[in-house]
């Protein structure tokens, strides 16, 4: 699910306590969460020219292990996914429990961009194999986007003179997380890696989530769950080693867009602070 597999989008990533139900659960179990982050990072890159998001989503559960939802955010905006201001992402799939400690997730997520240019919304599926040791908790995941329009690359040179407007290109995304919370506090410590391989091209420019082709990201962090109440602040460190050479290839829509000029790189390191609740 998209609101697990981003690395980069630190709400979904923070654990906060859900409020207590004093009735006995049925066979659907109904679950969300809300977040105000300080910049949308998804798997390095941000997706809100390093502005503030508002996020949230909501998941239905079933006993068997089946489950759907939904989750949105604001965008950018302005050159990237069309010109959307928005991502809709509906999700759903299958859990179950392998042995007392491991679970085996599957599942499709739809990425929708409303009010973009069309042939911007893919579809990506996902596997993820979590377990927790004591207070450790450990995932590794991968996710795949067959060759779909909304990925492909809309320029074929660096110059962007020759367009190929119906190319169709695919999107493997590998990442590991890892959490663990310190005893006797309401701290929990958490890192990720991850790797991209997608097209070449011009990235979050047009529509793809693969801004260079192949890279790495990763994020370090601490969540902090308030006692009483359902809030997690959170912070986190995200960075990617995409290099210069590469964000110039798609300059200048992969820099930060101030209204008169394109400043810094949206790839390159940043202190990302959330404020979340569950419930």
């Known amino acids: 699910m998209k609101y697990q597999i981003a690395c980069a989008a630190l709400a979904l990533m923070s654990s906060a306590p859900a409020f207590a139900q004093e009735e006995p659960a049925g066979p659907v179990t109904i679950s969300g969460s809300v977040a105000l982050v300080s910049d949308y990072r998804f798997r390095g890159v941000s997706q809100t020219d390093k502005g503030m998001a508002i996020q949230g989503g909501i998941t239905a559960t079933h006993e068997s292990g089946l489950y759907a939802g939904t989750w949105a955010s604001n965008l950018g905006g302005w050159g990237r996914f069309g010109g959307a201001n928005m991502e809709l992402d509906l999700f759903a799939g299958y859990a179950i429990p392998l042995g007392e400690s491991a679970t085996l997730d599957a599942g499709l997520t739809w990425y929708m961009y409303p009010s973009g240019a069309d042939e911007t919304d893919f579809a990506e599926i996902y ?25 492909g690359k809309v320029c074929s040179d660096a110059a962007c003179t020759v367009f190929d407007p119906g190319d169709k290109e695919d ?52 969540d902090v769950a308030i006692p009483g109440t359902p809030l997690t602040l959170g912070v986190a460190y995200v ?35 959330s404020l979340s609740a569950a419930f």
Request: hydrophobic content about 40%.
């Open 239 to 273: 960075d990617t080693d995409i290099a210069r050479s590469e964000e110039n290839y798609i300059r200048p829509n992969f820099m930060v867009n101030d209204g008169k000029a394109f400043g810094e790189s949206i790839a390159r390191g940043q202190v990302v602070f």
């Open 127 to 151: 596997a993820k194999l979590s377990s927790q040791l004591g207070p450790v908790k450990g995932l590794l995941g991968v996710a795949y986007a067959p060759k779909q329009q909304a990925l």
């Open 171 to 222: 999107n493997l995304y590998v990442w590991g997380d890892i959490s663990g919370s310190v005893p006797n506090t309401p701290v929990t410590l958490k890192a990720h890696l991850g790797w991209s391989n997608g097209n070449s091209g011009l990235g979050p420019n047009g529509t793809s989530i693969a801004p260079t082709g192949k890279y790495l990201d990763w994020l370090v962090g601490a």
